[in-house]
């Protein structure tokens, strides 16, 4: 590693200067998202019948093969780091590959659900879904934002990884890792949240 | 890092694995959670049911991922800080918005 990178521990905190930059940009991203789930939640109980009608239109068998592309990916992702730090370099292509194609899966999808949706005429703007589906439309594409912005660096360093010297900053690796598992979380809550936890008992409001 | 030294390869390996199979199985346990009828006499239309045990699950999941994927098994206390301190405010709100405005609409606002 060059010395004119600041990935070294940091000499009062012992810290790694690049993993604590990761996690003090992870909780400003979970404050950012924090905000759209508190304003759900009041939106969401103050207008439970309509959340609830948006809602039944989601595909929840697709939102599981997604949320199936992230938990895998985060396992790769966790397997490629242990694979760095241990050495393996075959090993460390092998996951973080897989951890890709578990990322661009995931748009893959995103991207199906997204045309089937619009293909129904299902938009923020539409009046009578318009509160449920900008919700839907914003978390999960900001969330399909921070997707994308994962996969950059991911692809940089996976073929970076095929040079003869192979990829050699563990501590960037890492911090994606912390990233990406970031993003994973991110769908835990948002899964049940959009598609799941909101029954919907039809106009009369009963079962 | 600290874990690689403490574990062996083989052990960190299995401990990824049930963490993976912990994440499948409670995704499925919390589609399986949504899907069961409650008495409407329990709490609709906020559902608070349905609600408290999605959050549940999926705090069970956040745990598993942050300790052992993200390694804060392990870390340094300064690293947990960083992460538990915003993870908590985000579950305060979480469940205290949810809990506050069910139970509002549920037993305040519905006669």
Known sequence: MSAGLSLAHEPVTKIPSGKLAMWAFLG???MFFTGFFGAFIVLRNANYDMFGEGS???????????????IGSSLTMALCIHNAEQGNRGKQQLFLGLTLVGALGFLVVKSIEYSDKWAHGYFPTQDHHTLFYSFYFIMTGFHAMHVIA????????????FSSEGYQHPGRLEALGLYWHFVDLMWIFIFPALYLMIPYHGAAGGH | MAHGNDHGHGNVIKEYMKV????????????IAAKVHFPLSWGTPGDILHVTIGIMIAVVKVIAVMYIFMHLKFENPIIRA???IPTFLFLVLTFALN??????????MVP
């Open chain 1, 56 to 70: 039944s239109h989601l595909n929840v068998w697709l939102a599981l093969v997604n949320t199936f592309f992230l």
């Open chain 2, 20 to 31: 993976f199979w912990t994440l499948c199985g409670l995704t499925a346990l919390t589609v």
């Open chain 2, 82 to 84: 960083f992460a538990y």
């Open chain 1, 150 to 161: 994962g996969i950059i660096p991911m692809l940089f360093m996976w073929i970076r990884g």
């Open chain 1, 28 to 30: 400003s991203e979970l």
């Open chain 2, 99 to 108: 809990f506050l405005e069910t139970w509002d609409y549920t037993y305040v």
